[in-house]
T-cell receptor, first 113, second 114 residues
């Protein structure tokens, strides 16, 4: 079966510091991968998606970037965090074709102070 | 443009009462429809999905949803709510083609009174 991991679970960072959040998927090959942000009391905003190694598409312009160095690894980064980057970050995966179902990880709560 | 509307931001029900969460979508093609549930501080868990066929779909935890094309709706129901059902519920529509993009509604937060 497939599992998806995210770490860290919680992160408190000062404004202006760098960020690296990691997501890994087990039990599947060549998945589509997604990063979402969920601000407090709000819905999900798709930030990035990837259909393969090194292939990243951005949905919204922002202070963040994403990379996919390995087939089942997806990283969300920032060089300098802003207060507005605070939120709950969710990684998800789906099969590359066929089913459109996305399966979500446990999330990372980021607080920028 | 594609969109998903969940008209109720908050709903409170008593334990044992029936539940219906509303979801309306705007999408020109045949939709793929999903309901997810999120407990506080957790990721999203898939409750059920509709791709085609029988318009009444059964999911986990005793939930069901009915696709009504004429009303562009995909409402979630449960005949008897348990206190553990308190969570936030998200409806989503999957777009044809592309990379399996999902459009999410803003969510409905469910509170359950004992």
């Amino acid at each position: 079966s497939q599992t998806i991991h995210q770490w860290p679970a919680t992160l408190v960072q000062p404004v202006g510091s760098p960020l690296s959040l990691e997501c890994t998927v087990e039990g599947t090959s060549n998945p589509n991968l997604y990063w979402y942000r969920q601000a407090a009391g709000r819905g999900l905003q798709l930030l990035f998606y990837s259909v393969g190694i090194g292939q990243i598409s951005s949905e919204v312009p922002q202070n963040l970037s994403a990379s996919r160095p390995q087939d089942r690894q997806f990283i969300l980064s920032s060089k300098k965090l802003l207060l507005s980057d605070s939120g709950f970050y969710l990684c998800a995966w789906s099969w590359a074709s066929g089913s459109k179902t996305q399966y979500f990880g446990p999330g990372t709560r980021l607080l920028v102070l | 443009a594609q969109s998903v509307t969940q008209p109720d931001i908050h709903i409170t029900v008593s334990e044992g009462a029936s539940l219906e969460l509303r979801c309306n979508y705007s999408y020109g093609a045949t939709p793929y429809l999903f309901w997810y549930v999120q407990s506080p501080g957790q990721g999203l868990q898939l409750l059920l999905k509709y791709f085609s066929g029988d318009t009444l779909v059964q999911g986990i935890k005793g939930f069901e949803a009915e696709f009504k094309r004429s009303q562009s709706s995909f409402n979630l129901r449960k005949p008897s709510v348990h206190w553990s059902d308190a969570a936030e519920y998200f409806c989503a529509v999957g777009l044809s083609g592309g990379y399996n993009k999902l459009i999410f509604g803003a969510g409905t937060r469910l509170a359950v009174h004992p």
